[in-house]
């Protein structure tokens, strides 16, 4: 378990990360999401030792790695958005370099090069110069270079980012892999349908502060007061009688007639919906598809983080 | 025994010999250094050689010093260069954040980086043994001496270059780091004459007392010139800097240590010191 207390971080005056409380399960795939500027690289840096807390407390099997840095070298891989890579150097130098860095027996490490490249599909670039690949191939190498310590948690600060649809494919079959392998992940990007398939949690963060955590489906049952429900008929049949039913009733509202559906928002209870399906039928509307509509992690996201821009404007 | 290894197995010197000898840079920089020191080395025999076919003593000696001294200078102008872009390039490439989170220590990172640049070094000197070897051909010079004299030009490349090491470390572009560092350099070697001598002579005029041009003048010893000179000097029996530290009322001369001895082990500890200084400014997370 990884526990975020009361994480505070400040440049100059500006607070970047203001009392950030989280807690990521022990092999779960993290979701960090978040406006531009909401802290989530800050607080990834701080995770990974690169910047100092200003306050507050990182729980990593726990241990405080703020107090005990000297700890984050064996627990921690991480891999940040941008970074460069060594010219005139091959991928299995640039990782065996690694691999010494982090102090892997130098007989261990041919057999340790084989298997990352494997994981990340890399093998038969073992020998190719690291600035002769193409970015998603850097990506998945700097993936492996994370991966030289077998560290229990990875950050991976966008590891999507500037990826073609295909390598962002292959880097999310990868990160499947990892999780079956029992790695802790957190990871944050701003493509949220892929989070949203990838994760089994989410924190989403915005001016430093958490805004919502927790499994996607509590962060989305929690965000919907209410349940949404389409209507399909068979080609399209019958929708203003639909809108003049659903009028009729008191437990519905926001009632909004699409080309190819019509949506509603529910408060009543099963038995109320169950005589409302066959009163449609009833009065024979061609009904196809009666379900309810799940709302995404982009709805969530731009409800959390709107508030905010909208009171500053 | 086990340090010595440790310092050797560095991943960062094997990483930094392989990317330096991968590319055509190094071999024209080298190549420059040979071209240099050989052209100067021919210059002089032709010129002290004169138009006379008789032996002259005095030619080896004096090749071998203007050899010795086209290497320090050299060596002067290009150990800061290569050691004050260590960090800050590294900075520059975006690397420089996935070096800091292994579990090498900061220490162990700038020695990496110090002890690749010495590694280039010692291949130079390596190099430059044939042009040396007109010297020995006219003799003058024991192997002795001339060993001696290169493990003095090791300790003062160790300490210009934990200079260069410093800079880079504080400074975010390596551009910054090489002209600091050269400026640095120049106003310790040429610049530290003038402000030494003339601090000295002003205050001992204005305080009509020999004790503070005493006090500066003893610290021309750890000149980088002055040494230079010391070396070359010890080598004909004599030590100009005691015979400049007798002048300003301090007695130091005997026949075994010379001020080029001392300084090796000053060049040595400022360099230790240097090295520890960038070690503290590379470390990333620091307790509040």
């Known amino acids: 378990m990884i526990q975020i207390e009361n994480l505070t971080k400040y440049y100059g005056k500006f607070k970047a990360v203001d009392g950030l409380t989280l807690e990521i399960p022990d092999g779960s795939v993290f979701g960090f999401v978040g406006p531009n500027g909401a802290g989530k690289t800050t607080t990834m840096k701080i ?6 807390a ?18 984050i070298g064996d627990k921690v891989g991480y891999m940040p958005d941008f970074f460069g890579a060594y010219d005139n150097l091959r991928a299995d130098e640039y990782l065996e370099f690694y691999a010494g860095m982090y102090k892997v027996p130098a007989d261990e490490q041919p057999r340790l090069i084989d298997d990352l490249l494997e994981l ?14 193409s970015r998603g191939m850097k990506q998945r190498l700097c993936l492996a270079r994370s991966l030289v310590h077998d560290p229990a948690l990875l950050i991976l600060d966008e590891p999507a980012s500037g990826l073609d649809p ?14 079956d392998l029992g790695k802790t992940v957190i990871i944050s990007s701003h493509i949220l349908p892929e989070l949203a398939e990838m994760c089994t949690h989410v924190g989403i963060i915005d001016h430093g502060v958490v805004k919502a955590t927790g499994s996607i489906n509590e962060i989305m049952q929690n965000m919907q007061k209410e349940q949404v429900f389409s209507i399909k008929t068979m080609e399209n049949q019958g ?11 008191p437990f519905t509202s926001d009632i909004s007639v699409h080309t190819d559906e019509v949506v509603f928002s529910y408060r009543g209870d099963k038995e109320e919906l169950s005589r409302l399906v066959g009163n449609i039928v009833a009065k024979g509307i061609p009904l196809v598809s009666f379900a309810e509509k799940q709302g995404n992690l982009e709805d969530v996201f731009m409800e959390l983080t709107g508030d905010e821009e909208n009171e500053q404007n | 025994m086990n340090k010595i290894k440790t310092l050797l197995n560095n ?7 392989k990317q330096t000898f991968r590319k055509a840079k190094i071999f024209w920089i080298m190549a420059a250094y040979l071209f240099a020191l050989a052209g100067v080395s021919s210059v002089v025999l032709g010129s002290v050689g004169g138009s006379s076919n008789a032996y002259d003593p005095v030619l080896p000696s004096v090749m071998y010093f203007v050899i010795l001294g086209m290497q320090m200078l050299l060596l002067t102008l290009i150990v800061p260069i290569t050691t004050s872009t260590a960090i800050s390039g590294e900075k520059e490439r975006q690397t420089f954040d996935l070096l800091i989170i292994t579990k090498t220590s900061m220490y162990d990172i700038i020695m990496g980086k110090m002890l690749s640049s010495l590694m ?42 934990s200079l260069g090491i410093v800079f880079s470390s504080v400074m975010k572009k390596s551009t910054a780091a090489s ?21 000295g002579l002003m205050l001992s005029a204005i305080f009509r007392t020999k004790t503070l041009l005493k006090i500066f003048g003893s610290l021309f010893i750890f000149n980088p010139i002055v040494s230079f000179i010391s070396m070359i000097d010890s080598q004909m029996g004599s030590d100009i800097s005691w015979d400049l530290l007798d002048e300003i009322g301090f007695s130091f001369e005997n026949d075994f240590i010379y001020c080029w001895h001392i300084n090796m082990i000053v060049y040595i500890f400022i360099s230790h010191l240097l090295i520890k200084l960038a070690a503290k400014k590379i470390a990333p997370v620091r307790k509040k």
């Open chain 2, 120 to 161: 280039i070094v010692c291949i130079m000197i390596v190099l430059s043994m044939p042009v040396y070897a007109v010297v020995f051909y006219y003799g003058g010079v024991s192997v002795l001496q001339f060993l001696l004299n290169q493990i003095y030009m090791l300790c003062y490349v160790a300490m210009i270059g």
């Open chain 1, 54 to 71: 200003s306050g507050g407390r990182i729980t990593i099997d726990g241990v405080d790695i703020i107090e005990h840095p000297e700890f």
């Open chain 2, 179 to 199: 002209i600091a560092t050269i400026a640095l350099i120049f106003a310790i070697t040429i610049g530290a004459w003038m402000f030494i001598g003339m601090v």
């Open chain 1, 239 to 249: 929708f203003d009688r639909i809108r003049e039913i659903l009028l009729e009733l």
């Open chain 1, 166 to 179: 295909r390598a962002r494919f292959e880097m999310k079959e990868i990160l499947k892999q990892l999780k």
């Open chain 1, 120 to 133: 990340v599909d890399l093998t038969e670039k073992k020998y190719a110069y690291v600035d002769s690949l």
């Open chain 2, 11 to 17: 991943p960062i010197v094997k990483r930094e010999i």
């Open chain 1, 47 to 52: 995770m990974a030792g690169l910047l100092s």
